[in-house]
């Protein structure tokens, strides 16, 4: 890993990009390390390679003639209308959310008497009344399974069992 990040200080060298005392030193570092030296040249010729022998491709056309044919293709297409954008299909684009929320806002304020099972109490919102310090419950009802099933927790349990 130390040996990669030296090769890309050597190549951000080589680039011209390290700042002055970094470049000092890797300078220094070149002349002692034939090793490095044989990597800079490497890396030298390479860089000259590419800028000298770069392949030019030039576009027969101005830029502006491209971004004036994409213009008048986009000016040619026509305007698509969505499928039934009637009246009725607006007032249902609003109707049908505004419906699905009422729907559920009434299956969960509906009193819970009507239900099923004896355990209907242990809904969301039951309070259950202990003498034990820090409790917490959590209940569970599976409707599938005609069961509820509640945890308690007593953390302060075991200070009355010592005495405390």
């Known amino acids: 890993m130390k040996e990669l990040d030296h090769a890309l200080k050597l190549q951000a060298y080589v680039d011209g990009e390290l700042p002055d005392r970094e470049a000092r030193a890797m300078a220094e570092s070149l002349k002692r390390d034939e090793r490095q030296q044989a990597l800079h040249d490497g890396l030298r010729s ?10 030019e491709l030039p576009v027969p056309e101005t830029r ?6 994409i213009q008048r293709g986009i000016a040619a297409e026509p305007v698509q209308r969505a499928s039934g954008a009637g009246l009725l299909s ?7 959310p505004v419906g699905a929320t009422a729907l559920l806002c009434v299956y969960w304020l509906w009193p819970t008497a009507g239900r099923s099972g004896s ?12 003498p034990l310090a820090e409790t917490t ?6 409707e599938s399974a005609a069961m509820t099933v509640v945890w308690v927790e007593t953390r302060g349990l075991h200070n009355l069992a010592s005495g405390e």
């Open 46 to 55: 390479i860089k000259a390679l590419l800028r000298d022998n770069e392949l």
């Open 64 to 69: 502006e003639f491209y971004w004036s044919q």
């Open 90 to 96: 607006g007032w249902l684009r609003w109707l049908v």
């Open 119 to 130: 355990a209907s109490g242990l809904l969301v919102g039951h309070e259950i009344e202990t």
């Open 137 to 142: 419950s959590f209940a569970f009802r599976s």
